[in-house]
């Protein structure tokens, strides 16, 4: 998706009106499941002195992670992306009641989508991406950056306007692949997941199978639900499947599952705690 690399000179425009504001870097994170994508806006970005690329993610897990960790003052952000996607990200970040930075989309979306970025004042950019358009999306950030505009508000408009918020009132459901078959298995009958030597398998109450998400941390954001936990490492687990906690070793536990088999699942050291405040132990 990344188009060749061009000469990082600015526009006439834009040069000017980086110059008196370049004492403050604009600290700014990056966030595309394409690689190529990546590299050529941090290649653009090169141009523009005071935006400080501090980092930069490949899906929405890490996108929330990295805001969590640097609160940036800009993220440009893919709306399409494997799991947790671009809206994802925005609603877990008013969810979380975390600070919101200042976002600007990269998309390839439609004109619908684009229409609402506007009517929000959110701002984006299309694929391929315009080193004109780029500055001023900067432009435009640095303005709400130095009025300390708040882009929470707009941001939950903007998650409401494209459905982002009426998603939880309609069961998810999850692609299993079981013998010859691609079954829809809904969210809620999902019993648990858990992922071995890079492969998930999943169990369900009337099925089995595996999954084409490529890690346990990408199938519980494409869960979007508090129903979900990670007892372990390897295990995600519905919390309304779990039968019986059996103490175990050392002050430890293991889980007892609802499925056919009982299967048991280890509680890490680190999640005892949360099983306690869960089930009130």
Sequence with gaps: ???PHRSARLPAGAACAYTANAAMPINTLIVDDEKPAREEL???LKSFPDVNVIGQGKNG???VALIKEHSPDLVFLDVQMPGLDGFGVLKKLVERKMKVPHVVFATAFDHYAVQAFEVNAVDYVLKPFDKARIARAIQKARREIESQTSTTERLEML????GGAAKPAQPVKILVKSQQRLLLVDSEDLIFASIEDGLITVIARDSEGTSNYRTLEELNAALDS????RPHRSFLVNIHHIKEVVPWFKSSYMIKMSDKKHTEIPVSRAQTKRLRELFKL
């Design 1 to 3: 998706m990344g188009t």
């Design 61 to 63: 897990v890490e996108a």
């Design 159 to 162: 998650v409401n306007q494209l």
């Design 42 to 44: 941090a290649f653009l």
């Design 226 to 229: 508090e129903a979900f936990w």
